[in-house]
């Protein structure tokens, strides 16, 4: 629900609202329905600014390896534009520093007279193009990105010029919205606790995710036999891109591990939803067993996976460098168990090990194969769901709003949170 504020507790109202502009690089699917929901403020007029489009018209997604449209509306719900455009982004390429690259940042900042300027991400030019001419007009600068301590590798001497770009950086930033703990704690690493830090925890749109997964609880067992699955016998489910950081390999190791031992009665089958890279070695790593029991769904488009989440018996992400993991969340409001590596950044906000969930160390396929054995004895996973649900609750666009609100409070003279 939308938070009211009286016009007489601030220089902004509905009649007059705080002009916040967004820029980020493309319309992101897990963004969209939270766009919609800062758009609903009645004090905050959003303006969302693209840098391309390349979601929208679909493309060739360099990690799943095949060609993505999604099937959910990326637009609807909030005024936006796509900024002019110098470099576009290359098809079957991630953005990169220079690609996409626009024009005009700084004449649409001054024309729009915003309150308040967010980015999504510091590691695209045009992003910082956007900090530097909304410092220039002493406009208060938010940023958001997902990064963490652990996000990848580096030598000592990509630490220092890391720490250099970082120190340059903190004159055009107000302040930084954290996704989560490890996000936080990356941001008071290198800008040495400068900078206020408010919550804005990555989220889904749970009541879509609880409606639509409640829905298909209607048709489990028609779907289970639709995939040629036994009743009665659980199922663990994998959805990710097939490339090695998600390391679905260590799953299908662990899981062969479980059954071969006995260690999960009745014998549980292994779902892996997505595509990438590594999908034919991992096929043929399956099939040497000559086990009926894994399946690979390949890539599944965002309304199809309430009824996946709502089939399985536990979710699994063995990721490594993973910033956040919007997967569990989904996985959270099906009201399902959870297994996660220690390096899927939303474990420590989302999985209380033990109570909804196990977190094992990356790489360490034994103690995942306990942590499958330890959710699917008797009751345990149903018990751990009920919890996951409960957790949920906490993670939402309406916590979204309040932590946006906080910063534009501290940052915007005038302003009101509540």
Not at 89 to 99: E, K, N, Y
Not at 135 to 160: F, G
Request: include cysteine; charge should be positive; hydrophobic fraction near 40%.
């Amino acid at each position: 629900m939308s938070t009211v504020i009286s016009p007489l507790s601030s220089r902004f109202s509905e009649q007059h609202p705080l002009r916040l502009a967004y820029f980020v690089t493309h319309p992101i699917q897990y963004q969209a329905p939270l766009l919609r929901r800062i758009a609903r403020e009645p004090d905050i007029h959003l303006k969302v600014f693209f840098a391309c489009d390349i979601s929208v018209r679909g493309h060739l997604d360099h990690e799943f390896g095949v060609r993505v449209k999604w099937d959910t509306d990326l637009l609807a719900g909030y005024e936006h534009e796509f900024l002019p455009v110098l470099r576009d982004a290359v098809d079957g390429q991630a953005p990169t520093f220079l690609r996409p690259l626009n024009r005009h940042v700084g004449r649409i900042l001054r024309e729009g007279h915003f309150d308040a300027v967010w980015v999504h991400g510091y590691n695209y030019l045009t992003n910082l193009l956007a900090l530097r001419a909304a410092r220039s007009m002493k406009i208060p600068r938010l940023i958001r990105a997902e990064s963490t301590t652990y996000d990848r590798p580096r030598s000592q001497m990509k630490l220092l010029v890391k720490r250099a770009f970082f120190a340059l950086l903190a004159p055009y930033v107000s302040a930084v919205l954290a996704v989560g703990d490890d996000n936080a704690a990356y941001w008071s690493g290198y800008f040495r606790d400068r900078l206020p830090i408010f919550p804005c925890c990555y989220a889904v749109d749970n009541q879509f995710f609880q409606r639509k997964c409640s829905a298909a609880s209607e048709n489990r067992e028609e779907f289970r036999r639709s995939l040629g699955l036994q009743a009665g016998r659980p199922v663990i489910l994998f959805a990710a891109k097939l490339i090695p950081r998600k390391r679905c390999g260590d799953l299908l190791e662990a899981f062969l591990s479980l059954v071969q031992t006995g260690g999960a009665q009745p014998a549980p089958y292994l779902l892996i939803v997505g595509d990438g890279e590594q999908r034919a070695a991992l096929e043929q790593q399956a099939s040497r067993t000559n086990r009926g029991d894994i399946r690979f769904l390949g890539f599944r488009n965002q309304s199809e996976m309430p009824r996946l989440y709502d089939l399985c018996d536990v979710f699994v992400l063995p990721s490594a460098d993973e910033p956040w993991g919007l997967a569990v969340n989904e996985a959270m409001n099906a009201g399902r168990p959870v297994v996660v590596s220690d390096q899927v950044g939303c474990h420590k906000n989302l999985v209380q090990d033990g109570k909804n969930g196990f977190v094992f160390p990356v790489g360490d396929t034994a103690a995942l194969a306990d942590s499958l054995s330890r959710v699917l004895a008797g009751d345990t996973g149903r018990q751990m769901g009920v919890e996951s649900l409960r957790i949920i609750q906490d993670y939402s666009f309406d916590h979204n709003v309040l932590g946006l609100r906080a910063a534009l409070e501290a940052l915007v003279p005038g302003f009101h949170a509540s």
